[in-house]
Structures are given as structure tokens and as C-alpha cells.
């Protein structure tokens, strides 16, 4: 199906002034993303939004209660997951899984056995 694609003519134009495989890449990375924030229901996605817009970039800005509410919504998302399986696609070598997922009984390998 890729040889396909990038034989078309329209593909050929468009990759004089983008590379091809990075942009596949990315889009890769962007399904990861979008399948780790489904795990968040639409209010839960509308409040993390709410609480990142008032951090400014600062979590010191929210108060306590606010602060472990953006922990546990993130905490949610899975970020070391989502930030191992990205490398583990974009990287051209295997890496080691403690290196990716961290230890052997931690959360992250208990979420990767669960994807799987």
C-alpha cells in the first residue's frame, strides 16, 4: 500500500519541498496522541484544558485541590506510555523496555500489558 502511495504522481509533486517518511512519522505520533486522550472522557478533556489554559504554564498557579485534580487527569493519560511507544515506532533501533517503559513491575508495564 505505501509503494502505492508514493508512486502517485500528486505525492511526487508534494515531496520536492517536504520528506515524505517524517511527515508519515508525525502522523503516526498524532494517532498515539489521539488514542491516549480517548482514555479521557469529553468533561474530563474539557477540565484538563480548563486547568492547563489557567496554569499559564505554571501548576503553582492552581490551587491544591486544582493541582491534584491536573495529576490525576494526567496521571490518566499514561505519559510515560504514550512517550515509550512513540520512541519505540520513531526510533531505527530496539531500545531495551526499561529504558522505554521503566521498571519491571511498575504502572507503565502494567498499562502496556493491558494494551496488548
Known sequence: MLGLVL???WL???SHGIPVARLL????VALLAAQHLARLDRIQRRRLLALMVATHGRP???????RAELML???RLEPRLFLGLAVRRLSPMPLPK?????PRRGPTRAALERRN
Open 98 to 102: 526499561r529504558v522505554l517503559y521503566g
Open 12 to 14: 511526487k509533486r508534494l
Open 25 to 28: 512519522l508525525v502522523g503516526e
Open 7 to 9: 508512486r502517485s504522481r
Open 73 to 75: 487527569l494526567l496521571a
Open 60 to 66: 503553582a498557579r492552581l490551587r491544591a485541590g486544582e
